[in-house]
């Protein structure tokens, strides 16, 4: 028979900064807190609603990279131009 506890939100927080931010396993900390892995998966998932995929952090970095270089281009090319003025 499955047994249901509630884990109180300020614990399941503590969990989910402990896996993003210090790096420990979700097997850990699971362990460490005495809730299953599944659990801690589904906040997991619950708490990265909205967050890019990373597919999509990659295309968005490259991105900024091209703007930047172009930025830079344009501002040498801006100061060239003043400069023979």
């Known amino acids: 028979m ?3 506890h509630r884990i109180a939100l300020e614990v399941k927080e503590q969990i989910i900064k402990r896996i993003k931010e ?3 396993s979700v097997q850990t ?3 460490d807190h005495g809730v299953s892995e599944r ?3 589904g906040w997991l998932s619950g708490s990265v609603k909205g967050m890019p995929t990373l597919g999509e952090l990659v295309r968005l970095r490259r991105q900024n ?4 270089k172009l930025v830079g281009e344009l501002t040498l090319k801006m100061s060239e131009t ?3 003025s």
């Open 82 to 84: 003043q400069k023979k």
């Open 22 to 24: 210090e790096g420990v």
């Open 39 to 41: 659990a801690v998966y």
């Open 29 to 31: 900390a699971a362990k």
């Open 2 to 4: 499955k047994k249901n």
């Open 65 to 68: 990279e091209e703007l930047l």
